[in-house]
């Protein structure tokens, strides 16, 4: 698989990662042979990135994945977490002292002594312009508790604001065929910092995976299931705040372009993959069977001219007026 650097964190990952939210909680529920399963594959089809947080099945996902860690020894993965969303989203939570205790947990549940990349969990805006947070951060890493931090957004703007930050290695945000907007400045300006670009959301919920249609019905414990209008958290992390039969019928507009070699899924994928200034993709996967797909998107050939063209058509004329100026 492709090698792609996070400058300042001096490493190199694979170009597609594994996001882990799907082991911890809120897409249904996989239990924990499934989970490693799905660790398994991705890592055996040349992932070497992945992606959790604290607060993902409150801590069940870093667990899952430092079992997986400690049957690899040598292992040669980048695993990066998140810290912050197990508080009231106020600015004046983001201590050096709940920093501490944060991490420490982190470091227990992944079973490591150093961290190698902690991310703000999406905190409030006010944050990103407090430069406390930061020097907090920066003791972490004198500390040796983390090899590096970086921020997961959900604006244009605050992830601007976090580049503008000299210590900031990562940025993670929404990007995929339904969300544009972080083509405009975002990736150009991480490019030019040699800031690391993380695309979450990547299918858009799985909007983009093709697999469903207007009678698709997901479990009780599914965020698409309680979070479609954001009555639990930002409406953006759920099919990136689409409309859901919007989506659908976006998905069947770019449908033609897909072809009988690959998924609806790889196709998506391909296409983040071939934006200039992207660092690594983290799909999810709920099986070994997802994972390996998703793994294999990074195999050439690249996107065409003809591709990148009609994603933003049909980007423009459907999803523009609802969501571009959103986030």
Known sequence: MEQRSFDRLGRRVGVVGLGAWQ???DWGQVDETDAQAVLAAAVDSGVTFLDTADVYGDGRSEQLIGRFLRERPGHGLTVATKMGRRVAQTPEAYTLDNFRAWTDRSRANLGTDT???VQLHCPPTAVFTDDRVFDALDTLVSEQRIAGYGVSVETCDQALTAIARPGVASVQI??????????ERVLPAAASAGVGIIARVPLASGLLSGR????????PDDHRTFNRHGESFDVGETFSGVDYDLGLKVVRRLAPLVGPERTMA?????WIIDQPGLTVVIPGARNPEQARSNASAA????????EHDTVRAVYDELVRPRVHDRW
């Open 299 to 306: 195999a050439p050939p690249p996107s065409t001219a003809e």
């Open 115 to 117: 961290l190698d990349l």
């Open 212 to 219: 469903y249609d207007e009678h698709t019905t997901f479990a």
């Open 266 to 270: 790889q196709f998506a994928l391909r």
């Open 23 to 25: 082991l911890g909680a």
């Open 174 to 183: 929404i990007l995929n065929a339904v969300r544009l907007k972080p083509l």
